[in-house]
């Protein structure tokens, strides 16, 4: 019935999807010397790693992640020099604030937990808060400090991956939809939409919030859901506030999180998320969100009091059950790879997930642990 | 139906007519306007302490303005009007409010966006300099407030509103230093026929141009803009053009109005996710509608410069109509031949419209032409030099691409200045044409929006189509 | 043209006195005077004035752009550009060519510190 197709190109390896996670796991693969090809439905960068917030931070995620985010966060240390471009990377530090005794708790076990991964938080006091940082606000009981975290500029960050890896030989496709990937033989045959062939002995998926689908051709579905961050951005103001700023709560009403940028714009989101339909590529920010945001973001400074808001915008992300992401081989296909469903918290891990997925498809093995990742917890029976 | 809740947004030509017809037939719509008076941009009120009357503010319109705001003011006890109110999104089925700093959703069964236009703009070197206004903005300053926005003003662009702004600058007793046209005559006479379609209106625009020339006031045609004198701490001190002979000269000025015909204000219609054309005539894209002004969404209809610059009297045919066919798709019944009649209006008003844009084309070829340290965005001061950077060295072909790498369209304006022109200059850059680098999609909100906004105390209790 | 002498038309707190006005007042000239303050230095209006028009018949520029290319005077005059936005001397935002001029209002043309922190 398919009339043969000569594939229109071979490579060591194919990565379906430019995000951030696809576009940095192409260029570590080439600094490894292997050939590959990278498929992207739009432009490179163009979904949740390009309109992301641009928290490049370690604190508070899941413990076991943190050699991983700690990989990514050395890379984002020499980005510059790695990619020849820069992507405003600015190591200001992040301060996770809260409003609660009992959360004042909750951040301390962590900055001593985190302390064994090799992060290495600094507690501090509501008056020594106020005194370092003036411009948080008097509801802050206290703050854990990270002064090797900051934030980077989401819509360069993925794309300069991209072209670095183009410049190094990679065959990036942009607007190459992906139908069908499938293993025939040895090698994965991947076709896209407009008919074109790609074969590769070895296939990893990145494909955002889009994953599942491509994975569930595997039989290897996995449980997501789908939802837009809601992200915000004011006025150009005075640059004083350096590092990311970060409320830690269990009242999802109360997370907000903000940054300013050299520039001056204060960049925030938080909240409640929205709804994003991936089939569409389209996500929306609620206005009640926004409206429900404004208090919350005068809370955590209240110099915000009378600024204006100039934009807002979603994305498009997969939220796994369990908060973690896909990332690690197949359980069931040799040679087929995973790294999608970061669960709103990826931008900081992808320069990490590229070198560490080039590392696995390359070795055969990695030195940063997986195993919390892998596909094989969503398999059934 | 006699229940449906319509909302109309703007009280220029197109709300106000559209407002009439609603409530002629038992409604009471809402009618939501920025502004804190009625009339629009062209019969724009001037505050209740002036006292020029309407001739000397409207001139030959004078009659219509007065009429327009007649009608108005006949409606308030029909209409909840909500002035100094800014809808600044837009979700389905509900319009999203702002109104001194109180913010409010509100549902509505249609919603007829009569949003009026914006100056299209196309930048020239030193046009972020102070003392440049858009030429809309010039006259604002006069019908509004009185004013002459510098003591010796040139008027540089092109379209029918450079020369009337420019005569009723003369009239007031400003100083104008000339009026420098980029449309060469030529083209004027080609358009001839489709301008025909209105003649009283050529005829006036004609009258204007004697006039101005009556008045020893320089007015010149085929010009090219070089640039814009001055410096970043005075403003302007003069407008450096090249003549339609060739030859670069400089205008002394300290103040420069400038415009080339009008964009519409479209954010609500894209936020409402109505579908966009690229208009191959006037080179922007247009939201679509139908003869009626239906969009393609369900329930919201565009009418007015927000949808098509047809001018005052097309406006107020266009808001009719709209108000008509929301009517109709809300089970009233609306005679045929009413429909009709306003039909062919517009179709007049269209022809008339593509008329303009063939005399007074909007200058594409000038953007590749930019220097590359001319400022595109205003707000960022991003130049031409970075958007052919991003365009060329960084792939972005795009419009929003463009925009994401180089920031060209993320200032406080969201695009509304430079968004055309930054098009313009991308595809030049790459040569390719410029439908193919697409449209800055629009972004909520339509204008800043306070962080010391707060929602209005019991939303729910929201009551439709309750008369003032 | 009319420039002063050094050609400078300064905006914000360490400005000079205020220069020659940008705008020409043509008619209308016989209303009520309103008083208010520019970056503490008095100043006059006329009632009806929008904040925009009684600032530029005081002086030549609104506030100063972020990006270092010059002083800002405002574009559009009917609320699209958002060149115009000005401080109160309490932190508030006003769009000055939105805004009626009104007695008493003080204004700032570069943001007041106090509402803005200053990082030690
Ligand atoms: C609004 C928002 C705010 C966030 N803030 C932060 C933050 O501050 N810090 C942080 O660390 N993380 C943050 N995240 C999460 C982070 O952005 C994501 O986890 C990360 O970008 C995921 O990268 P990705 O490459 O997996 O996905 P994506 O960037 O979505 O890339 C997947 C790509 O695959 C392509 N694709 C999909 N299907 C196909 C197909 N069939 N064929 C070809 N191509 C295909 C898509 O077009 C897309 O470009 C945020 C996310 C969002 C949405
Ligand atoms: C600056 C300017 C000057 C003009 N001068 C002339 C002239 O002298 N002669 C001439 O023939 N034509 C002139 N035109 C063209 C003129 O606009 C039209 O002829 C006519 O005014 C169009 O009517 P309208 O109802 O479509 O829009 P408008 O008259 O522009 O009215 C639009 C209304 O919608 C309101 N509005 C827009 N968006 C929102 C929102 N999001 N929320 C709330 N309210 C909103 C605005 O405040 C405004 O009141 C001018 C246009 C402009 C832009
Ligand atoms: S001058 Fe454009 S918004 Fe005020």
Redesign the pocket.
Known sequence: MNPIKTPTAQADVIV?????????SAFFLRQRGRSVIL???????????????????RQGRFLPQLPLANRSRAIWGRLNELLGEDAEFLPTGHIRICYRDEQVGVLEQYAKDARTYGLDLEMIGRNALRERFPFIGPEALAGSYSPTDG?AN?RLA?PAFGRAAARNGAQVFEN????V?EKTGEDFLVS??DGRQFRAPALLI??????T??SSQFGEPVPQSV?????GVTEPLPYRIQPVLGVSTTVTEEVV?LRQIPRGNVIF?GGNRGP?Y?DL?R?YVLPTNTMNQLPQLKRLVPALANVNIIRV??????YLPDDR?VMGPSSRVPGLYY????????????PG?GDVMAELIDAGATSTPLDPFSIARFLQG | MAGSRVIVVGAGPAGVRAAEILAEAGLAPIVINEGSRDGGQIYRRQPDNFSRPPSKLYGTEAAKATALHAAFDGLRRRVDYRPDTLAWNVTPGVLHTVHHGQTQDIPFDALIVCSGATDRLMPVKGWNLSGTYSLGAAQIALKAQAVSIGRRVAFLGTGPLLYLVASQYQAAGAEVAGVFDTSPFALRVKALPKLLARPAVLAKGLALVAKLKRAGIPVETGVTPVEIAGTPDAGVSGLVLRDRAGRVREIACDAVALGYHLRPETQLADLARCDFAFDAESRQWLPTIDADGRSSVPGVYLAGDGARILGADGAEAAGALAALAALRDLGHDVADGRIDALRRDCARMDRFRRGLVEAFPWPAANAAALPDETVVCRCEAITAGELRRVARAMGATEANRAKAFSRVGMGRCQGRYCGQAGAEIIAAAIDTPVESVGRLRGQAPVKPFSLSATPLADQKGTEQGTPA | MHRDPDGSDRVGPDAGPPRHPRFVRLDETGRTPVRFTIDGRAATALEGDTLLVALLSNGAALRRSEFGDGVRAGFCLMGACQDCWVWTSDGGRLRACSTSVADGLSIATEQPEASWPVLA
């Open positions: 379906v999807g430019g995000g951030i996670m696809g576009a940095a498929l992207e439905r739009g432009l490179v960068g163009q979904q949740a790693s390009g309109v992301n917030f641009g928290n490049v931070r934030h989401p993925a190459t939809e992906i139908a990937v896209a939409t990145a494909a955002g919030a889009w994953g689908h491509l939802h837009g961050p809601q992200m999180y989101g994003a991936p590529r996500s915008w979603s994305g498009i992300e997969a992401p790294a999608f469903g970061f669960c709103g918290h990826g931008f900081q891990l992808g997930v």
